[in-house]
């Protein structure tokens, strides 16, 4: 199956920067065959089909870096909480109240909203135990929805659900069925919870950590971390006056810090910890509404590419944020590093697509296989139609397509060469059949979890 995607500009996200204001992308077989000028595309005899793009911005398809997916049934519940409040009174109740049809149904209106604004690509932080078969029953409905999923499986120091044995065997035949390539849509990673609020449950130890640590060496998956996700004067100062050390510093002694190790959040990492994640290759997913949302503070995302790291972007759930559009969170993103630094464009508009793609791909270990439009690449491709009021003229697609609209829809979606939206709408998921089942479910959670709810 060829497709031509003809016309508009193409932002290939290449290692060299390069900007196509009139391109094409070829596909074939599902990965990308060929991108350059317009004027080279092939005919349109030579293909199956062809997308016309005049007017449009074509880009990777997009990728959050760290998402907890049934987070979308309780949006709105979360206003005016401190990081800390709302485990104790949203999280932990909700968590307890949480039901196998509910992450189920959740996927499929997590997958919905991501992918309707872009995202082909995200990495699901598991903070609820979950087993084998519910692992194994979420990746059938996941698959189905046409994104590409990296879950990440929840590493327990003393799980409560089942014997340490049994979750320890568990987790390594997930990562032997679900290895992390990117022609399959479910793979499976790590996460961890080494942050102050998690250790008092008993999520981790020092064993644990040796052991995570040889995991993923062993299966070379990226493992996410909270790290100084929460309120500066209390659980991140917490942490610090209880072990003497910073939460990398912790993680680093602990053989927690190196090239897989996602570290969310890393709002108040140390200068000493930004230099010895940078030494490491570690990530930092950086969730600046999600801080913002909490009152976590702002990221120092200009300090940390400085130093060397490799930064991508997350939405986190959208219990603390309430979106998953990720060009809408670039734009907050933006934003906030200009009042962060009293500079404007302190993050250049490269860097923040970087952190939607090509960042995020490496941080995944993925790259160059999605997260850009080369050959020989995944074909995830994400296409804007810049053509309504709200661009104005247009005469800056990357700039436009972040900051001047306030709607961040795709017209067209496509995961591995095939659509998954056009401009009909969804292909994989019926929006109108999921919302009205996802708006029953979260209704029924709230009450169970005794959250209180205004409709």
Not at 218 to 234: C, K, M, N, Q
Not at 248 to 268: I, M, N, Q, S
């Amino acid at each position: 199956m060829k497709i031509l995607i003809r016309g508009g500009q193409v932002l290939p996200m290449d290692a060299a920067g390069t900007v196509l204001t009139e391109g094409y992308v070829l596909i074939e077989d599902g990965t990308i065959a060929a991108v350059g000028p317009l004027s080279e595309a092939p005919a349109t005899s030579e293909v199956n089909h062809v997308e016309e793009a005049h007017g449009c911005l074509v880009v990777p398809g997009l990728i959050n870096s760290h998402q907890h997916h049934w987070y979308h049934l309780l949006k709105g519940l979360s206003v005016g909480l401190y990081l800390e409040d709302w485990v104790r009174e949203v999280l932990h109740p909700a968590s307890e109240a949480l039901e196998p049809d509910d992450i189920l149904i959740s996927m499929r209106l997590a997958a919905a909203d991501m992918l309707a604004t872009g995202t082909t690509t995200f990495f699901n932080h598991s903070v609820v135990e979950t087993d084998l078969d519910s692992v194994v029953a979420l990746a059938e409905v996941s698959r189905a929805t046409g994104i590409r999923q990296i879950f990440g499986k929840e590493i327990r120091a003393t799980p409560t659900r089942t014997s340490p044995q049994v979750h320890w065997q568990e987790v390594e035949e997930l990562l032997r069925r679900f290895p992390i390539r990117a022609e399959e849509l479910f793979s499976v990673g790590l996460a961890i919870e080494t942050g102050e609020h998690w250790i008092r449950q008993g999520t981790m130890t020092t064993e644990l950590a040796g052991r995570v640590a040889e995991l993923s060496r062993r299966f070379a998956v990226p493992v996410s971390d909270h790290i100084t996700g929460g309120t500066l004067s209390r659980s991140v100062t917490d942490f610090r006056l209880r072990t003497g050390l910073g939460q990398v510093e912790w993680g680093a002694k602990h053989g927690l810090l190196h090239e897989r190790a996602l570290l969310a959040h890393a709002v108040w990492m140390g200068d000493d910890e930004i230099l010895l994640a940078a030494e490491a290759g570690a990530s930092v997913v950086t969730c600046p509404s999600s801080s913002a949302f909490t009152a976590g503070g702002i990221p120092p995302i200009r300090g940390w590419l400085a130093a060397g790291l490799n930064v991508a972007i997350g939405s986190d759930g959208p219990m603390v944020n309430d979106s998953v559009d990720i060009l809408g969170l670039l734009r907050e993103c933006f934003l906030l590093q200009n009042v962060k630094y009293l500079k404007p464009a302190a993050v250049p508009m490269e860097q923040l697509w970087c952190m939607a793609t090509r960042n995020a791909a490496r941080a995944l270990g993925l790259a160059g296989k999605v997260g850009e439009l080369t050959p020989g690449a995944s074909a995830d491709v994400a296409v804007f139609d810049l053509r309504s009021p709200q661009f104005g003229g247009a005469l800056n697609p990357p700039v436009n397509t972040i900051l001047s609209g306030g709607n961040h829809e795709a017209r067209v979606v496509i995961v591995r060469g095939q659509y998954v939206k056009d401009a009909s709408g969804l292909l994989t998921v019926n929006v109108a059949e999921v919302v009205e089942e996802a708006r029953q479910s979260a209704l029924n959670l709230a009450r169970r979890a005794g959250l209180p709810v205004r409709c």
